[in-house]
């Protein structure tokens, strides 16, 4: 009985002193332990990951509890500097870091370009019609050759920072264009170690392709020759044609009720965000000739299925916890797809056993029954 109550106090004893240490030392580092920002030591290995260059640390600034600022100089004696800052918006205290380095390095160039408060390490700059890229072209290569290769691992950096610490210039349109289909023409890094500048006929066959992008989306009224509408792929076509005649999207209706194709650089392609239940499928089948049944049950985890009907084929589509499974005639043709996956032409194709081709002229995609 002595043993148990002489263990007892030592065990008493022996929680004591751990508590009042993790006390103490929580007193003392708590703040450490929670901090969001990163720190020297942080800041350097991050930067020895993104440049090829050497530099030195200079300072260190606490500017507040949610703000840090770390002072650096490199080989050439360019200042410049990583700041980590708690993002509010998270419930949970979550910091970014950027970094001006780049945008100092290129600031004697992007400072001969028209600059936009919003876009401070950006070189903005304007054209408003066809005959404007050319010059263009040649007056963004003299001001990509105006700087050395930046000392920066690219992929690193970017990883690393904010999208907007590298700089670039960036091609609009005037605001009068600026609407909510499209004003960006296109934009051109300022070159790495390692990487080669883009040939004047290179920036120019890049705005071309968004300058005629713009105008099949309707963002700028000019008549251009038909074989440069059919030499660039629009990055969106809105318009869908069932056997001649145009299907209109259903308005405030989002994906549900409109058609947005998107063209994918990889694939060389068009995808879309569609899936059987939405209305915009239901239209394209009506407009085949088809018959369109919904007989989903929200009540029921199994019964959850719409079909539907063109000429002497029948398509099923069942849905359930892990997506869709669409049979045609009984045989699967396409298993475990979500809503908000896209589909590409070949499967529309199946789903509504017609041709499907793009007119990039209008631009627009063809639908025709085989």
């Known amino acids: 009985m002595k043993n148990q109550k002489r263990l007892a106090s030592i065990v008493a004893v022996l929680f004591t002193i751990v508590f009042v ?6 007193s003392m580092n708590c703040n450490d332990i929670f901090d969001p920002l990163i720190t020297k030591s942080q800041a ?8 090829t260059i050497k530099y ?20 050439n004696g360019t200042s410049f500097s990583m700041t980590s800052e708690v993002d509010v918006s998270f ?23 028209e600059v936009s408060t919003r876009y401070s390490r950006r070189g903005i700059v304007y054209v408003q019609r066809y005959a404007d890229l050319k010059p263009m072209a040649e007056r963004i290569s003299k001001t990509l050759s105006m700087i050395k290769p930046l000392p920066i691992k690219r992929d690193a950096f970017i990883d690393a ?40 006929e290179q920036i120019f066959t890049k705005l071309e392709g968004g300058f005629v992008d713009a105008v099949k989306l309707g963002t ?6 038909e074989e440069l509408l059919l030499k660039y ?54 407009n085949l000739g088809g018959k369109y049944t919904d007989k989903r049950n929200y009540n029921s985890d199994t019964d959850r299925h ?41 499967e529309l194709e199946k789903l509504l056993d017609a041709s499907i081709t793009i007119d990039q002229k209008i631009p627009a995609i063809m639908i025709t029954t085989k």
């Not at 999208?163 to 005037?174: A, E, H, Q, S």
Request: some cysteine; charged content about 20%.
């Open 306 to 346: 719409v079909s539907w009907t063109i000429g002497a084929n029948s398509w099923i589509d069942k849905h359930g916890n892990k997506g869709c499974n669409i049979s045609k005639n009984g045989e699967i043709i396409i298993a475990s797809r979500f809503a908000d996956e896209h589909f590409t032409l070949p």
């Open 220 to 225: 700028v009224q000019e008549t251009l020759p």
């Open 161 to 200: 920072f904010r999208w907007g610490d590298f700089p670039c210039i960036y091609v609009r349109l005037p605001s009068e264009y600026e609407t909510t289909v499209s004003h960006e023409i296109a934009e051109f890094d300022f070159i790495c170690e390692g990487e080669e500048l883009p040939t004047v």
């Open 56 to 75: 030195k640390f200079i300072s260190q600034e606490n500017i507040s509890e949610d703000k840090r600022v770390f002072n650096f100089e490199d080989a």
């Open 233 to 286: 792929p629009a990055s969106r076509i809105r318009t869908v044609y069932c056997n001649g005649t145009e299907v209109k999207p259903i308005e405030n209706s989002g994906n549900l009720g409109s058609y947005t194709f998107k063209y994918d650089e990889t694939s060389q392609t068009y995808t879309i965000q569609m899936c059987p239940t939405y209305t915009a499928f239901e239209r394209l089948v009506e």
């Open 44 to 51: 350097i290995h991050v930067l020895n990951k993104s440049l």
């Open 91 to 113: 419930p949970l205290p979550s910091a970014s870091e950027s970094c001006n380095y780049a945008g100092e390095l290129a600031k004697p160039a992007v400072q001969t370009m």
């Open 21 to 26: 240490g993790i006390s103490a030392s929580c």
